[in-house]
Nanobody, 123 residues
Framework: QVQLVESGGGLVQVGGSLRLSCAAS????????MAWFRRAPGKEREFVGT????????WYADSVKTRVTISRDNAKNTVYLQMDRLKPEDTAVYYC????????????????WGQGIQVTVSS
């Protein structure tokens, strides 16, 4: 069974940093592009960014691209989301997702999803 499990969330102050991890199992990890999405309270799910199968390419949403870095370690079956200079509007549940045939922001094209993890940014 495919599982994506996020970790590393929590409470952080405005301007701080946080690193989320997503551990994958039950799939050939290197065959999947990995992405991060988020859903703020009362808002639609939105794309944060994605990293290609080998980690050679990344694609970030314009709203966060100067403040985030996505990376992956295929030997550990893990993808990371590093977030810096956090803002209150970054408060959301963050989800990792996997796609075997898609590299981009379209959520409906992803094959597997994690359960989500809360990130709260406060002053």
């Amino acid at each position: 069974q495919v599982q994506l499990v996020e970790s590393g969330g929590g409470l952080v102050q405005v301007g701080g940093s946080l690193r989320l991890s997503c551990a994958a199992s039950g799939l050939t990890f290197a065959n999947y592009a990995m992405a991060w999405f988020r859903r703020a309270p009362g808002k639609e799910r939105e794309f944060v960014g994605t990293v290609s199968w080998t980690g050679g390419d990344t694609w970030y949403a314009d709203s966060v691209k100067t403040r985030v870095t996505i990376s992956r370690d295929n030997a550990k079956n893990t993808v990371y989301l590093q977030m810096d200079r956090l803002k209150p509007e970054d408060t959301a549940v963050y989800y990792c997702a996997a796609s075997g045939a898609h590299f981009g922001p379209e959520a409906h094209k992803y094959d597997y999803w994690g359960q989500g993890i809360q990130v709260t940014v406060s002053s």
